[in-house]
């Protein structure tokens, strides 16, 4: 696969930007806006390396040396301009202006990439306003953002809007069954955690990611010893961080699955389809304000751990929580476990 093709489930957005380029109306501005992993990126540079690629004309091929300068952001005639400290400000801005009014290295476009748009000061927003009202020659700029809304309507209205489309659970799974030779039953999971964002599915298909998963789903499905299970995990993610936030991920998952199970929706409707069983053995033994008081608790720990709460005891209390939903875990088996941890 290469440039255009690697965007799944794309194809209308990416049909309009080829015409644009093989007819010669590339417009001055355009806002690219979607989730994050939704591809915001990938469009941008496959878009700017279609307007530079020596051997395409309205693709990027990947391989000639402007798709490779761009592919390692080093073309003299792209700037990039991304959040330095959570934001983007007007210096930023007058630097890619000051690019914008020399004469393009090479002759050809001169293309400004903005990412995260919504971060720009208003000194910012209104420095780049200024750019867009004075279009010049073959100049680009993209503006990617999570939402349009988050942006001056000013800014807004001088750019063609490209809203990435949210793909449906069975594209992403087609995708990482063909492309990443996961098993179906693992790629409808992994689709389900990923929201309708590729890029965020590719990143949680990872061996390590579909370990924890099971670890949590184990805490979450045992019938006994679940108290136990529960601290050993806190106490094993304590030591691995980056991987609490997909934790906390799946477990809400989880929950809201538990959920729509109890309201009777159907196994293609959830998530953990692989897990269904489960989910129905366990729906029957809750009620619905226990299990919103858990996903709750989840949000209140994922804020909690942002803002620097002791780690460990914020794991702890609510993995032997989320472990209790269920059954009773026996106090006498944490204890045991709080003597074995100390000698
Ligand atoms: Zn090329």
Redesign the pocket.
Known sequence: MRGFDTLIGQGALVRRLQQAISSGRVAHAYLISGAPGSGKKTLAFTFA?ALF????DDN?????R??RRIGANNHPDVTIVRPETGRIRISQIRQLKDKFALQSYEGSWKIGIIIDAETMTEAAANSLLKLLEEPSGKAVIMLLCTSRSMLLPTIVSRCQTIPMRRLAKSEIADFLANEHQLPPETAIVIAGLADGRLGQAIEIASQENLAWKDEVLAVMTRREGQGLAALRLAAKLDAEPEAIEFCLRVLSSWLRDMLLVTSGCSQTEVVHQDRYPDLLALSGALNESVVMRAIRQVESTRRALEANANRRLALDTLLYQMADLTSFSPASEVYKYGKSSRS
């Open positions: 390396g690629c020596q051997n395409l990027a091929c990947g391989t000639c402007n798709c």
